[in-house]
């Protein structure tokens, strides 16, 4: 598996030619998006990226780990400031580095589609291939991203509710080189966040609440909602939120909005 270049990156993607305003890349890091939680409190510009060929104490949604060895993946996260975007909104962000995911897999020629609200499932088989971890400090997001890249290795264990992992590679992807592979991330996730900040963070005036509706395999599939402290919810994924909550219909007509949750897909609705 290829280096990742950062010097390429930058000369890419670091104004004025491209969209963010710093990009380092390290070699190992315990947590990319515990780095740049530190540098957000003390000061570090909007549009900060950080990458990291290794990290050896990734974190993913409600305080799990994930698995991050060198080489192999895709480990990146950034920074964001969105002056103007009310509070309840920000939840969007991690549905917005969905969408980029979703489209920089279309890139390289493989089949994705989202399950909400921050996994990307890659291949007929809808394996788990990318996972995002947003996270609020201060007036900034850390939103960080797992994606992996390099075929898996026997014995990596199912993701919490049963989905089996894959990667690019697994998945038959056009385009392997890392280098290429964070650049067509970060300028779609780029786009698609300068769209939504313009916007106030509505993403209804954007089209990007539409395009996730569209790439979103949890709407219109009947679900098992697994809640912190309640018992699970069953029903069928009805519609989005405009502050990006889930809305799960139960057998009794009822909506419930669910902003946090692990959720499995049970079958097509």
Known sequence: MSEIDAAALRERLVAPAGPYDALEVVASTASTNADLTAA??????????????????????RGRGWVSPPGSGLYVSVLLRPAGVPADRLSWLTLLAGIALARLADSVGVEAVLKWPNDLLLGPGRGKGAGVLAEVVGDAVVLGTGLNVAPLPDGVQPAPGGLLPTSL???????????????????ELADVERAWRDAGGDPHV???????????????????VELTGRPPLVGTGAHLGIDGTL?????????HPVSAGDVVHVRSA
């Open 40 to 61: 957000a409190t003390a000061g570090a510009a909007d549009r900060t990226v950080l990458v990291a060929d290794e990290q050896t104490a990734g974190r993913g949604r």
């Open 169 to 187: 590679a697994d998945a038959g992807a056009t385009v392997l080189d890392r280098t290429e592979l964070a650049a067509r991330l970060l300028l």
């Open 206 to 224: 954007t089209g990007l609440h539409e395009e996730y509706l569209t790439r979103c395999a949890t709407i219109g599939s009947r679900v098992r």
């Open 247 to 255: 809305v799960v219909r139960t057998d009794d007509g009822a909506h």
